[in-house]
């Protein structure tokens, strides 16, 4: 099969080196990929939607699988559709469950899915008066698509009328911030779940949890994660299940219902209170860094399971995985969240990648046959092991022979479930 991977991170680089292992796929393309995914497959320089399209007829690709949510929601599946080419990815339409923070929490309302307590509006005084009834800490959202950054907690009422008031206003995110969601904050723990779907079935692939704060400790700004790992001991049969009917199969079945089918990956991110699983939002697709960690402990064909999920045959899939935990460690620029800084070389030792310790690279570029970091996140050192604590001892191994000026990464990965 021939296949054409949309995005640029090391999640679409992780789904590149599952597939360059699958017997099933015989040529990878990605679009744009990295300075690193040319190891993989061939890098195409093409953004617009269009372009894509024919480029994959032209190729005569047999599937496209959208790593990143933004051609998600501008309707790449609804223009490959029309062309009948096959795209594992849902619809724009279903992809509203994460373009629009105000769409999923109404649609969990109305189908009585667990979620914190809200309103959405885009009107300040309804924001302010809604305020007034919570106890802090208060959540203020941005409804549109913020890239990870458009969620305040706030620590009193005052600041969360502030932030609802620089959202409503446009100056904090412009028009994504047009309307807001102001909700209850949940004490608990995170969990990243993930599910496989066709729009009817779905399988639940290993739960994952992501460590969001730029520093060791939980401490520092938010980022798009800095490592994850896979499969978290924080979850028991019973969560599970509650998980799967009360989440997955009502919003599987409510999508249905609402003529907006649910295809691709559900990513649910899920705060676990008191034994109770609660949606604190959806995303449209994997989760970078959870992504690096999940694939390399799928043993079932990794293009056969999308191309069934893409085609409706989702059935026919029987998911096996290796017995063995995966642990990601995320390494990123100096000035990473806030700031850009020039490239700097990286140099990894001889031996460094092993059959139980590799990297997803990401925002990295190649001049002359050196790889540099480019800014933000670079790469993730991800490690595998029959435990849990070898599979984060193997990832940080790694770590320590991976090397460029700057590099910041946590110390703590998988600190929940593991000492070290
Ligand atoms: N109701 C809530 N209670 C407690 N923490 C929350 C709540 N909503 C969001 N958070 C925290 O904020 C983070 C970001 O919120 P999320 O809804 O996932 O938005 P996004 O990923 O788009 O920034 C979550 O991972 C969680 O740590
Ligand atoms: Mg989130």
Redesign the pocket.
């Known amino acids: 099969m021939k296949v054409l991977i949309i995005g640029s991170g090391a999640r679409e680089y992780s789904i590149g080196l599952a597939l360059k292992k699958d017997k099933n796929c015989s040529c990878i393309y990605f679009a744009p990929g990295n300075g690193a995914t040319p190891a993989l497959g061939e890098n195409v320089a093409l953004a617009n939607l269009y372009d894509l399209a024919k480029f994959a007829l032209d190729n005569k690709i047999d599937l496209t699988i959208v790593g990143c949510e933004e051609p998600l929601s501008n309707g790449i599946v609804n223009i490959f559709r029309q062309l009948n080419l096959t795209i594992f990815g849902p619809t724009q339409a279903a992809a509203m469950l994460e373009a629009s923070?105000a769409f999923m929490k109404n649609f969990l309302a109305k189908y009585a899915i667990p979620t914190?307590k809200y309103i959405e509006t885009n009107s300040l005084e309804k924001a302010e008066a809604f305020i007034n009834t919570l106890n802090p800490?208060i959540?203020v959202?941005a409804d549109g698509l913020?890239g990870?950054?458009?969620?305040v907690?706030a620590r009193n009422l005052k600041d969360a009328k502030l932030a609802a008031e620089e959202m409503l206003s446009g100056t904090a995110f412009g028009t994504a911030g047009k309307r807001v969601v102001i909700?209850?904050?949940?004490?608990g723990y995170?969990l990243s779940v993930f599910a496989i779907t066709d729009g009817t079935d779905f399988i639940t692939l290993p739960i994952c949890q992501d460590h969001?704060r730029l520093l060791t400790g939980d401490l520092g700004p938010?980022t798009g994660g800095m490592g994850a790992y896979c499969p978290t001991p924080l979850v028991n049969k019973t969560l599970l299940d509650k998980i799967k009917t009360k989440i997955i199969r009502a919003t599987i079945n409510g999508m249905r219902s609402e003529g907006t089918p649910f295809e691709g990956v559900l990513f649910c991110?899920v705060?676990v209170v008191n034994g109770e699983p609660f949606v604190?939002?959806f995303?449209v697709r994997f989760g970078d860094p959870e992504c690096e960690s999940l694939m390399p402990l799928i043993k079932t064909s990794v293009v056969d399971l999308f191309y069934k999920a893409a085609t409706n045959r989702l059935k026919e899939i029987d998911i096996g995985y290796h017995v063995k935990f995966a642990a990601g460690v995320m390494v990123a620029s100096a000035g990473y969240p806030t700031k850009v800084t020039p490239p700097q070389p990286i140099t990894i030792e001889p031996g460094a990648e092993r059959s139980d310790a590799h990297i997803s690279y990401a925002g990295v570029t190649m001049k002359d046959g050196t790889l540099y970091a480019s800014g933000g996140r670079v790469l993730a050192c991800v490690g595998l092991g029959s435990t849990l604590l070898n599979a984060v001892e193997n990832a940080y191994d790694l770590v320590k022979k991976v090397h460029f000026e700057g590099m910041q990464y946590r110390n703590d990965i998988a600190y929940q479930a593991v000492k070290r």
């Open positions: 923070k914190a800490p959540v959202k913020c990870g950054k458009g969620v907690i909700e209850e904050f949940l004490d995170e969001k938010n991110g705060m604190l939002e995303n």
